[in-house]
């Protein structure tokens, strides 16, 4: 514990310094994403699925589509549920067990990215009112972690999601039965797209890197959708954040997450 | 139809007059009280009203880290717990802590964080406990705030108090301070933890869609919000400290 508290305090030194040239660790701009690829229809078996590739930091997104019994407030409404999980295999830190804090907020930020944006239309995903709903769930498995698992997964799920099919329903006795090798596409509105950005001193940079992430001062993820407006977001870290720096980070999302949608866009072209 | 964004309702959450379903103006704050030290046994303590929330916060420490291996040789470690009481809310609530409280306690912990003065207390630890007794829409605010002043109650060297208040959109405007119904049939709920001196946002969180001039709009109201209520957390730390015996 204490050398490595040791070892990030040289590092944060070091990013500081260069962060006054303009520079960072990695020879990034400021505001430069790291490479992401993202392929879809990863997983044949998912009714949806993608691996995004964020630098060295990948997730694996499926989608599972199933009828469900509606929530009893919403019987007029399918059901979007999304989750993430750090796997052991993704870093050394990383340990088995219920999640703690970070991965609670990790899942729920990127549940609230998709759900608030209103990237599904929710009302197109009933089959019978009250009775019977289709359900997409989209669950995220974090495999390799060099920061920014916000992005990530934000990336991997709209692009999992966007790409997925709806196998078809009909009822039968009150009763959902699948109708083999029959699909809809899914009720796709807009495309939200989250940009993670970290405060290390005063400056502001997006998509920070592992090195970055464990020595931020403070972070922003903010969700916008394709019209170019702000759907979510969430502010972490131990520092505070300035007004001019709030609409600043906006800016900066709306232009970089743009670029950011037509890569997804283009992951899941021909499919859909 | 009409697609307003949230849920369908009946109620009108605003109406021609620019009034809103609880009789407030667009850029007013429910009615916020304050009292501190109001717990026996707690380091520091406040009860905060805020609107219908009701919310009770108290502070343990600087005291002993349990487990120890979380103790820090550099600095003193704040813990947050956000709680919901099983009867604050219509439905009884599950009284174990959900995955919406763990986040809200982790968020209100990064936003009291850059307030208080950790690195005077090394290997110790701070707990502050805040228990919603009742639940009406922008519980994180009101705990955060209620938080501070419990903080300060309890004699913590901190840098700033944190104000907490949410803007928000219902009825296609821009408001101040969502309450539950705003908050369930509205179009967007921005809650705002801020530091009035040193004027920064240290909690900010987002659900629902706003354009970048409502964004802007939002971050700028609910930041006036944040510095009506911060007025009310100074009076109830005055009432408390100062009231007593002489009146200046």
Known sequence: MGSSKIIDQLKKNQILELLKEGKRIDGRALDEVRELTIDVGVIPKAEGSARARLGDTEVVAGVKVQPERPFPDTGDQGMLICTAEILPI??????????????????????????????????????????????????????????????????????????????????????????????????ISTLPVSVTMAKIGDYIIVDPNFDEWSIMDARITITTNSDGNVVALQKGGQDGFTQDNLIKCAEISIRVGSKIRDIIKESSSGVN | MIKMGGRDTDIVLLDENGIRSDGRKINETRKVSITAGVLKNANGSAYIEFGENKILVGVYGPRDVHPKHLSDSDTGILRCRYHMAPFSVGERKNPAPSRREIEISKVIKEALEPAVMLKEFPRTAVDVFMEVLQADGGTRCAALTGASVALADAGIPMRDLVAGCAAGKAADTVILDVNNEEDQAGQADLPIGYMPNLEKITLLQLDGVLTPDEYKKCIEIGIDGCKQVYEIQKKALQDKYFSKGDND
């Open chain 1, 90 to 187: 993704a870093h050394n830190d990383v340990e088995t067990g219920p999640p703690g804090p970070p991965v609670v907020e990790l899942a729920r930020v990127t549940d609230r990215g998709i759900r608030e944006s209103k990237m599904l239309d929710m009302k197109q995903l009933v089959l019978e009112k009250n009775k019977s709903v289709i359900g997409v769930f989209c669950d995220n498995a974090v495999t390799d972690h060099d920061g920014n698992l916000f992005d990530a997964c934000s990336y991997a799920t709209t692009a999992a999601i966007n790409s997925c099919k709806i196998p078809k329903y009909e009822m039968k006795d009150d009763a959902p039965v699948k109708i083999e090798n029959e699909f809809d596409k899914p009720p």
